[in-house]
């Protein structure tokens, strides 16, 4: 196994009713001017904002309000929000809503804590120094963005989305209420659980470093989603349901399940953002769309762990040969995704790229890595293109 | 389920070598004058204390050092430590070694940071305002206190062994190397995963508020200690082994392993206080001693979370009736303790308690847990002297 660090600070207040806990958190992490940044109108139409602002009202704590953090944020929003925090002398980001809203909070955080152009850091120009402190209301269970290091911000000019990771931009809490998610539409339920165990999953199959418990855990988070999401797809408004893959999407990308190996494959996820960035198409969609094809690709280059998983989180039946059980093992998954109405190819998903699409995506994703990347096989540019053509 | 809080602050550098770091974490929470505090004279001999004060030393950061934090660690230590770094003007504690270093160190930093008498906290009286901020080089993978919020403190006068719990006292880091555990007496070792798998399994066997995920986590940490203290019977300089049990205590307390359930059972730890103040045993080895005796008398009570321990930890045949189930699932708990050469009674543990000390311990134990206390079943003292009557 490999060494590790482990840095989860963010306070995690859950359950029902916990957003009126807003203006107290607010103060012990000292915030005094308030940002809220939110995606679309929902958290408005809901009554959340109202509840939020009131609560904040009550307690004497000054805020502006900054709406618009679209799937894939963009840049310009980014610009928007620092330059608004600059004039409003902002000391605290509070974002309420998914890992959108998150990420672009996270990203003005960084605009306002560092010298220069925020995207340097997206960019892998430069490193930050530092992020205003930041606290969330959660509405949507997906990206883990509420306790982990990362954001992801697109570019408006040539579509190109990309991650920064720092322990900086750790938002200080999170404030998890599973009833704020039952509303919403089955599509992004079933997205947004998708996304949760991905980011299990890129961690899992790696070919370094693993550890006994870091993979019990892993398998147990991924056995309890894939549950509770089939639940979901009956009863969306199932209490203990929703609270079992809320914080199920915490733990996914807090770090806890990837301790002790080298860091993941993500390959998946980087194949994704290409089709995110290009197609604007919900993140956890892409990649069901697209991680029966990598599978496929890669698993006789990582076979003992598709075989671990194929016993120990599909479950299937312990017969025939290592290679025999692994592909079985990824047939069960993309039968999970098929059934709660997931898709498991690009024509699913309801983008059709031509050839030359293809290979700007592939282009895109190898420049975007540095060249080749991978755990459980190195891809190249090459290996990209074939993964998005087979994904057809 | 339960809300719940979940807050784990500290950061967590794990693998060879970490406590080269220790400087550099030092700094990074401000610190410039520490009390370094460890228990007996192993860190000494070790070299571990001379390789931590010159990496401190090469730094330029100033410290003084006071040893003897014992097992139950005492009160006096406690006084003495207090006056010791307000005299220095100690602004950061380092406890270098097991539990007993980390409580004593968390105790002074009570002390420190706020009026009047530290022990107060301990004896239910009031509340802690702070404490003063606390790194820990782990040296022992056991009580967890190392991420924990909780620290345990004997009162000579009386024997009297109390716990307090507040966030305050969670370590700023924590620097873990499983190396630095290789030396341990077998016995030491055994009580220490005996102690990481009981804060587990003190928040499994609940009546109240459980989480599939939490339970997920939870059965697979368990399995994970089961095994690896096994192999660390025979091969005791298993790294591996040794980080999987180390990263294991850690998890099993700071909180992961009770999101949503009603707080836990902690019967079995309160009942081993008692032994651990009266008898000054190894508190491992206590748990162990008691805990087949506390099962058999409440899993009636507690039958279905008995299943499912039997089922998904102890991995026991799915046959006869729940009752026998759960009753072969104590069993094999018993046996696996009987493997690692851990007690399973007081004869074992080597106390022989006349009957007035068994009605002493029943008696302050109810006091101690203010009359009544108990998830799996509530247990007043008769209840408890019964068990311990039972468990000879």
């Known amino acids: 196994m490999f060494d590790f660090k482990y840095f989860t600070p963010t306070k995690v207040i859950f359950g029902k009713n916990t957003e009126s806990k807003v203006a107290e958190l607010v103060k012990e992490f000292g915030g005094t001017k308030l940002l809220i940044h939110y995606g679309g109108g929902s958290v408005v139409r809901s009554g959340l904002l109202k509840r939020v602002t009131d609560c904040l009202d009550a307690a004497g704590i000054g805020y502006v309000t900054l709406g618009g953090?679209?799937?894939?944020?963009?840049?310009?929003?980014?610009?928007?929000?620092?330059?608004?925090?600059?004039?409003?002398?902002?000391?605290?980001l509070l974002a309420v809503g998914g890992g959108s809203a998150i990420d672009s909070a996270k990203a003005i955080g960084y605009g306002l804590a560092n010298e220069g152009d925020v995207w340097d850091f997206y960019d892998y120009k430069r490193q930050a120094k530092g992020c205003l402190p930041l606290g969330v209301i959660l509405t949507l269970a997906a990206t883990g963005s509420e306790m982990s290091d990362s954001s992801v911000i697109t570019k408006e000019e040539g579509l190109v989305k990309r991650g920064y990771?720092?322990?900086?931009?750790?938002?200080?809490?999170?404030?998890?209420?599973?009833?704020?998610?039952?509303?919403?539409p089955d599509y992004q339920t079933a997205c947004g659980c998708t996304?949760?165990?991905?980011?299990?999953?890129?961690?899992?199959?790696?070919?370094?470093?693993?550890?006994?418990?870091?993979?019990?855990?892993?398998?147990?988070?991924?056995?309890?989603?894939k549950k509770n999401a089939l639940t979901l797809c009956k009863n969306p408004k199932d209490y203990d349901a929703r609270a079992e893959v809320m914080w199920a999407g915490s733990l996914a990308h807090n770090g806890l399940t990837g301790c002790g190996n080298d860091g993941g494959d993500w390959m998946t996820h980087k194949l994704e953002h290409e089709l995110g960035?290009?197609?604007?198409?919900?993140?956890?969609?892409?990649?069901?769309?697209?991680?029966?094809?990598?599978?496929?690709?890669?698993?006789k280059n990582c076979l003992p762990r598709f075989v671990k998983?194929?016993?120990?989180?599909?479950?299937?039946?312990?017969?025939?040969?290592?290679?025999?059980?692994a592909l079985a093992g990824i047939e069960a998954m993309e039968d999970f995704y098929r059934s709660i109405n997931m898709p498991t190819n690009l024509r699913e998903l309801g983008v059709e790229p031509t050839e030359d699409e293809l290979k700007l995506m592939?282009?895109?994703?190898?420049?975007?890595?540095?060249?080749?990347?991978?755990?459980?096989?190195?891809?190249?540019?090459?290996?990209?293109l074939n993964i998005y053509r087979a994904s057809m």
């Open 69 to 92: 953090a679209v799937p894939n944020p963009h840049l310009g929003l980014v610009y928007e929000g620092i330059e608004l925090c600059k004039k409003e002398n902002v000391d605290f």
């Open 195 to 225: 996304d949760i165990m991905m980011h299990t999953m890129e961690r899992y199959f790696t070919n370094g470093g693993n550890m006994e418990i870091t993979d019990a855990l892993a398998e147990g988070l991924l056995r309890t989603v």
């Open 309 to 325: 998983f194929a016993l120990n989180v599909m479950e299937v039946e312990n017969k025939g040969s290592d290679e025999e059980i």
């Open 277 to 299: 960035g290009l197609y604007d198409v919900a993140h956890g969609a892409g990649l069901a769309a697209i991680w029966g094809t990598w599978a496929r690709y890669v698993y």
């Open 165 to 184: 990771s720092s322990d900086y931009a750790r938002p200080k809490f999170a404030i998890m209420n599973p009833e704020l998610t039952m509303t919403l």
């Open 362 to 384: 592939a282009h895109k994703c190898a420049v975007g890595v540095g060249g080749q990347m991978g755990s459980a096989r190195v891809l190249r540019e090459e290996d990209m």
